[in-house]
T-cell receptor, first 116, second 114 residues
């Protein structure tokens, strides 16, 4: 079946602009995660949704970052007033389990964000 | 809180040779452990995971890893590598309680030469 998809695959923007990154999880997966991977680093957790609600947003770096999942499926990561330090690959993952589940997190191909 | 250390940023090896990619973790609670692989221009793919039970875990593509609680390690091994194993490998940890997020190491680039 279809895996996790993310759009766009690449996004180039200017400093100070607003961007939205989209994630389509595997159908039926209730858990959705956002991670950020900077060059030469491992993925870093941003936020975790269980259904429509954010169960853990402890990884969001500041209030310029916000994510929604209004219908419990597609999620959008929103970044306001982008800065050059926001340049990274933004990864989305989904899994089928509830909170505390050890079900596998399946990752999408990522969105490469470049802030000029 | 948890953390993961992958000491080797790059591991060069010839085809058909054995390889070990090292992973050490730090945690004040019991953990689940994972290895993910990232092929060029592809998303992260789960190789294997340790949840409980036998400390030797077998994964896809002939990889295996051994959980050593006393040494807080979870090293990944393959007895004979192929050119197609060239990729970035990430070790990750997740605490047992009150967390669903994965904490990743910085990755090890495995380069297999003919």
């Amino acid at each position: 079946g279809a895996g996790v998809s993310q759009t766009p695959s690449n996004k180039v923007t200017e400093k100070g602009k607003y961007v939205e990154l989209r994630c389509d999880p595997i159908s039926g997966h209730t858990a959705l995660y956002w991670y950020r991977q900077s060059l030469g680093q491992g993925p870093e957790f941003l936020i975790y949704f269980q259904g429509t609600g954010a169960a853990d947003d402890s990884g969001l770096p500041n209030d310029r970052f916000f994510a929604v999942r209004p219908e419990g499926s597609v999620s959008t990561l929103k970044i306001q007033r982008t800065e050059r330090g926001d340049s990274a690959v933004y990864l989305c993952a989904s899994s089928s389990g509830g909170r505390g589940s050890t079900d596998t997190q399946y990752f999408g191909p990522g969105t490469r964000l470049t802030v000029l | 809180a948890q953390s993961v250390t992958q000491l080797d940023s790059q591991v060069p090896v010839f085809e058909e040779a054995p390889v070990e990619l090292r992973c050490n973790y730090s945690s004040s609670v019991s953990v689940y452990l994972f290895w993910y692989v990232q092929y060029p221009n592809q998303g992260l793919q789960l190789l294997l995971k340790y949840l409980s039970g036998s400390t030797l875990v077998k994964g896809i593509n002939g990889f295996e890893a051994e959980f050593n609680k006393s040494q807080t390690s979870f090293h990944l091994r393959k007895p004979s590598v192929h050119i197609s194993d060239t990729a970035e490998y990430f070790c990750a940890v997740r605490g047992f309680y009150n967390t669903d997020k994965l904490i990743f190491g910085t990755g090890t680039r495995l380069q297999v030469f003919p």
